[in-house]
């Protein structure tokens, strides 16, 4: 059966350092993969996609790489900052959206 | 203006008793779901409605029952309560199922507490 994997369930660093948060799937071979925030008490919120042809996709400070010979997706967050502190999904079709277990981002300044 | 709005935020009831939970979108979006969010956090599909019509039914109770009485609106009833129902629902809804790769938009989620 498919399965969806993010590595770390917390992942601590210091202020204006890059966060890598990791994202791998087995069993599937996904068009594409998409990464999502979600704050205490809140829904998540849909950041980036990243399609099956696209080896990198950037916004802002966020950049997504997508490898899937590895099965595996990467999410950066450069110049962290204590707002960027959250717990971020990654989520791949299958039929509808299924979602990682998540990684929870601890930014301190 | 909220996109995706569900009522109530918070929901404290004893077992046995039926509830439901109201979701409404202003999106214009032609899918919406319903996920659980348990203890762990897991975020778990449970129902998906695409044009009224129920087309994703994972392998809930029949407790469990989705109504959309029109495209805006994917309400969950539930009956007979239990303890291990006690999560976070979260409603979301979507341009389309999956095949675009839209993301999705997501409620502020419902907490369920059954004593």
């Known amino acids: 059966s498919q399965k969806i994997e993010q590595n770390s369930e917390a992942l601590n660093i210091q202020e204006g350092k890059t966060a890598t948060l990791t994202c791998n799937y087995t069993n599937y071979s996904p068009a594409y993969l998409q990464w999502y925030r979600q704050d205490p008490g809140r829904g998540p919120v849909f950041l980036l996609l990243?399609?099956?042809?696209?080896k990198e996709k950037r916004k802002e400070r966020l950049k997504v790489t997508f490898d899937t010979t590895l099965k595996q997706s990467l999410f950066h967050i450069t110049a962290s900052q204590p707002a960027d502190s959250a717990t971020y999904l990654c989520a791949l079709p299958l039929g509808d959206m299924r979602f990682g277990a998540g990684t929870r981002l601890t930014v301190k300044p | 203006d909220t996109a995706v709005s569900q009522t109530p935020k918070y929901l404290v009831t004893q077992m046995g008793n039926d509830k439901s939970i109201k979701c409404e979108q202003n999106l214009g979006h032609d899918t919406m779901y319903w996920y659980k969010q348990d203890s762990k956090k897991f975020l778990k599909i449970m129902f998906s409605?695409?044009?009224?019509?129920?087309?994703i039914n994972e392998t809930v109770p029949n407790r469990f029952s989705p109504k959309s009485p029109d495209k805006a609106h994917l309400n969950l009833h539930i009956n007979s309560l239990e303890l291990g129902d006690s999560a976070v629902y979260f409603c979301?809804?979507?341009?389309?199922?999956?095949?675009?790769?839209?993301?999705?938009?997501f409620g502020s989620g419902t907490r369920l507490t059954v004593v």
């Open positions: 979301a809804s979507s341009q389309d199922l999956g095949t675009g790769g839209y993301g999705y938009t």
């Open positions: 990243i399609r099956e042809n696209e």
């Open positions: 409605y695409n044009n009224k019509e129920l087309i």
